[in-house]
């Protein structure tokens, strides 16, 4: 059996490995949601400022439901493998950022003891979009079962929202300073919609006698917005068997991603922040744009290939992405959806999609259809439902944008039949399964799909944006993808339908 990976093993690896002193780290930063994301992404740029001396910004890790990243990285003293690749090869980086792990269901206590240490400054997040628990029309879901336990049992809370509110109050009682909340999640205006979500859970807790917590966290706490970039596929059993051969010791957890990585953050950290801007990181006043140029661009995309490559039988996305037909498709969704960005803000979107097409081909990814395919219902209003309304707005047609949310619908109703039962899962799962099961006409069926997921809710151009997710769908139950791409002229081997 071989070695694990250790404070102790590194040294004789044949990797890039932390050359500082682990033991002199002191903790400056909690993070909420340690997965596969957060250790490509966020902490190898921790990593990075600790390996140039800023060694009060260690991690501790914290996982709100799964004890899965703890069990496999506490015995490996937080150490874990970064695999970078792409179709030239690939380099391993051991990052030594995480200082430790907690497990919030097992000892809420400890979680509410690290947020409250006054070393730490900032708490970032990235707990994926649902577990914002936010209701169809944006506001915190008052109704969720986790919320009204957290209301009732502050000391033990179960939620994001509970735990960062507690702590708060906590810290305001101590007289110690806020946090900053860095939201690095999915999420429009991340910075923003987390600061309303929390002061909508502390409303509540008001009323349950703790007064003025909300106006503190309105007036007192930071929430800058991110935009963070970074492709990270599952990790699966022949890339743990592969690393632990190259580096001749166990690493029960590596992380597989791609060489490029973006973080751009909007520059308000009352109690200080690393140095991030000398490793990669872009400082800025106003994050929106290229939020919305990634959300629309980049995420859009990503969901169109996801849907459409899950339908023609493509497992990962360079496999789709390498299909002659969603290739054009992918054009034209970028040529639909570039439009509707900020048209003052410098963005080169240009450059951007090409890079973008770069690394969609990547084939040492195998980035799985499926995983991207998670939680379309949280996440398509703001990578395509956003920028079909501005279309419709603008009097422009959103064809190419409106086939991914009719994609979504028709995946998500073949799993059982033509795809796998649980190939991907969505919040909304249950529900959309009694709608599929009562065979509505198509038209009414995609309206009856808005409603649940409370897409366009209000909006003038709903009804309208409707229409063409039915007609798309039409196509796609009589002839898959294939007809989907006739009837727009896709593909010169596909004959284009009668208008």
Partial sequence: MKKRLSNMTIAAIPASVPRY????????????????????????????????GETDWGIVGVSLRSPDTRD????????????????????LQVVGSIQSLLVA?????????????????????????????????????????????DLANPEKPKTAHGFLTEALARRRAAGTPPFTVLCC??????????????????????????????????????????????????TTDADRARVTG???????????????????IEDRFPTGRPAWERFGVTMVEDVGPFEDMKLRLLNGAHSGIAYLGLLSGHATVDRAFGDPAIRQFADRLWAEAIPTLPQDAGLDTAAYTAELAERFSNTALAHRTAQIANDGSQKLPQRIVASS????????????????????????????STL?????????????????????????????????????????????????VAAHLVHLNQGGPKLAFAALGIGNELPRLAE
């Fill in 105 to 149: 269901p097992e000892d809420p206590g400890a979680v509410l003891a690290a947020l409250t240490d006054p070393r730490i400054r900032i708490v970032t997040l990235t707990i994926t979009e649902k577990a914002y628990l936010r209701a169809a029309d944006g506001t915190l879901d008052k109704g969720h079962a986790d919320i009204a336990h």
């Fill in 389 to 416: 309304l501005a279309r419709l707005e603008d009097g422009a047609l959103p064809e190419h944008l409106s086939l991914v949310v009719a994609a979504w619908i028709a995946a998500c109703a073949a799993r059982g």
């Fill in 185 to 234: 999640d999915n999420l429009p205006a991340n910075g923003a919609t987390l600061h309303r979500l929390l002061i909508e859970f502390a409303k509540l807790r008001d009323v349950h006698g703790d007064a003025g917590l909300a106006r503190h966290i309105a007036a007192e706490v930071a929430f800058p917005s991110s935009m963070v970039d970074r492709i990270v596929p599952a």
């Fill in 420 to 468: 796998p039962e649980s190939h991907f899962t969505d919040p909304l799962d249950a529900p959309l399964k009694e709608v599929f099961q009562k065979a509505l006409p198509t038209r009414e069926m995609a309206a009856s799909v808005f409603d649940l997921a409370g897409f366009a809710k209000g909006h003038a151009e709903r009804e309208t944006l409707i229409d063409f």
């Fill in 21 to 52: 002193d682990r033991a002199g780290i002191t903790p400056g930063i909690v993070h909420l949601g340690v997965g596969a994301f957060h250790r490509a992404h966020q902490a190898a740029y921790f990593d990075a400022c600790l390996a140039d």
């Fill in 72 to 91: 496999a990285l506490a015995p490996q003293d937080g150490l874990y493998t970064l695999a970078i690749r792409d179709s030239a090869g690939e380099q």
């Fill in 246 to 264: 190259e580096l001749g010791i166990e690493d029960a957890w590596p992380v597989m991603t791609e060489p490029f990585s973006q973080w751009v």
